[in-house]
Nanobody
Framework: QVQLVESGGGLVQAGGSLRLSCAAS????????MAWFRQAPGKEREFVAS????????YYADSVKGRFTISRDSAKNTVYLQMNSAKPEDTAVYYC????????????????WGQGTQVTVSS
């Protein structure tokens, strides 16, 4: 079955960097667009970034544009989220997601989800 396993979360100071990883198994990785979403306590799950099946197209939420970078490594079946210039408002559980169609920005468009990894940015 499809499994998405996130790692790399933790505590980082404001202005610092963190790299999240999402290892995918049970699927043909190159057939799936991938995305990162996040959910802070008491808030809706929101889009962060997505990447097309080929990796040629990427999309970002305005709140992270210029600070975060999504990438994928087909040899490792892994998608990454490089977080730079972290802010306290980036604190959330970060989820990896996959779908077979396109690098959409809405959570309803994704078929598979990981368990999430906690990111905490201290001020």
């Amino acid at each position: 079955q499809v499994q998405l396993v996130e790692s790399g979360g933790g505590l980082v100071q404001a202005g610092g960097s963190l790299r999240l990883s999402c290892a995918a198994s049970g699927l043909t990785f190159t057939s799936y667009a991938m995305a990162w979403f996040r959910q802070a306590p008491g808030k809706e799950r929101e889009f962060v970034a997505s990447i097309s099946r080929s990796g040629g197209s990427t999309y970002y939420a305005d709140s992270v544009k210029g600070r975060f970078t999504i990438s994928r490594d087909s040899a490792k079946n892994t998608v990454y989220l490089q977080m730079n210039s972290a802010k306290p408002e980036d604190t959330a559980v970060y989820y990896c997601a996959a779908n077979t169609v396109e690098a959409f920005t809405t959570k309803e468009s994704y078929d598979y989800w990981g368990q999430g990894t906690q990111v905490t940015v201290s001020s």
